[in-house]
């Protein structure tokens, strides 16, 4: 773990940014939809409101799509 912590201050990085990548490798290696991915980006530069709003979206869809699955069984 010492080499690890070496290496990582060495490159100014993070030992988490070493061994995991960086938050942006993460999320593309979790969000295979790149235009999901660019849209969540985009999102990140809006208002807090808007943020708000789109997340309050994404959540009352999820929640509909979850009720529908467990009435049709």
Same mark, same amino acid.
């Given at each position: ?26 999320? $593309?290696?979790? /969000?295979?939809?790149?235009? =999901?991915? !660019?849209?969540?980006? #985009? ?11 789109? $997340?309050?979206? /994404?959540?009352?869809?999820? =929640?509909? !799509?979850?009720?529908? #699955?467990?009435?049709?069984?």
């Amino acid at each position: 773990m010492e080499v690890i912590k070496k290496i990582a201050e060495a490159l100014s990085v993070s030992t988490d940014a070493l061994i995991y990548g960086s938050s942006d490798q993460q999320a $593309k290696n979790k /969000i295979k939809d790149t235009e =999901l991915l !660019t849209m969540f980006n #985009k999102v990140q530069s809006l208002e807090d409101k808007d943020i708000s709003a789109i $997340k309050s979206l /994404i959540s009352a869809y999820i =929640l509909k !799509t979850d009720l529908q #699955k467990n009435l049709n069984g």
